[in-house]
């Protein structure tokens, strides 16, 4: 299940802390690195985040990326610039697994199933972690620890290179979800992409009213600093972000300003009563969000799946759990038979979950549940 070989292309913030946090495993895996920035790459070689380094037209890059090169590629670049690497890896012959941590999918899983085809093996990526902050000198091995991973498989995915990703990101200590790529792209506008635009905004409102030396701005305290501190972000970085997931976000935005919109109605009508019910009731689903969400034992569902071993499986049924609102805690593939296996999936309690098994039922599968036990 491991990967003896790692390819970090883009050594920046989350590609500098995935080899990072690769690299603090016990027996990891040799990690290179390749990157546009000679600086940034000497910077993760003495800090020992990779063991070797590349620019992107090097010998060494030439090699990781070609026939029989590292068991995995893990493009942290923009996400703009990943069907760039996809394109790369398809003409020069990569025949591993590749894997991705762009925070918009569907595009890039159309690419990356019509240029890489049976060649290579793409699973989808996206870590739900980061900082204000960018470059290597910023990468945390402890960024993903606790953290969810969303991997978005698609009928195609290859079945064991989903696994090998699902088995390397959980050894990183991530808390992995499955869920297909359009529900993933829909979901993160609301949950990251429009948090973003929304905190320019306030930046923007409050540059407004500061004066010439910016006096308002100084009197920011950390209420303001905490809710607009991911403006800091690259602006590069999340234009790329917003076009690529224009619809979505463009959605979430327009349903933001419907929000606001009702606020400004009951505040404008003096309705004291309504301002504190919608004011309450934001306060208590923000208070119920801990910090780092672990479940116990005891909150947890395990569903054993059988089915034919053949591609798109894991696609198929993880699809039924998003769709039900299910999220996947674990998931493992119990081989039978060379053609028969037991899907075995740890589900959280969150979801209708019966919903969950009565939509497999209908599609032909004869799950069977049982509380997971210590």
Sequence with gaps: MRFASVAVVGVGLIGGSFAAALKRLDNPPRVVGIDTDPAGLEWALSHSLIDAASLPDGL?????LGPGGTDLVVLATPASRVVEWIERLATGGYGGVVTDVASTKSSIIAVAEERLGGQAAFVGGHP??????????????????????VLTPSPSTDVDAYR??????????????SVDPASHDEAVAIISHVPHVAASALVDLAAGHAGEDGELLRLAAGGFKDTTRVAAGSPDLWTGICLDNADAVAGGVDELRDVLGEFTEMLRANDADGL???????ADIRRSL???WVPATSRLTEVVVPVLDRPGVVAEVTTAASRAGCNIEAIEIDHVSEASAHLVIVMTDEGDIDRFVEDLRSAGY?????????
């Design 128 to 149: 739900m972690a980061g900082s204000e902050r960018s470059g290597v000198e910023a990468a945390d091995p402890d960024l993903f620890s606790g953290a969810y991973y």
């Design 366 to 374: 004869a799950p069977q549940t049982r509380p997971l036990e210590g």
């Design 60 to 64: 060494g890059a030439r090699e990781w």
């Design 164 to 177: 090998r990703v699902h088995a390397l990101v959980s050894e990183l200590g991530c808390r992995v979800i």
């Design 276 to 282: 504190r019910s919608w004011l309450a009731r934001a």
């Design 290 to 292: 801990p910090a780092q």
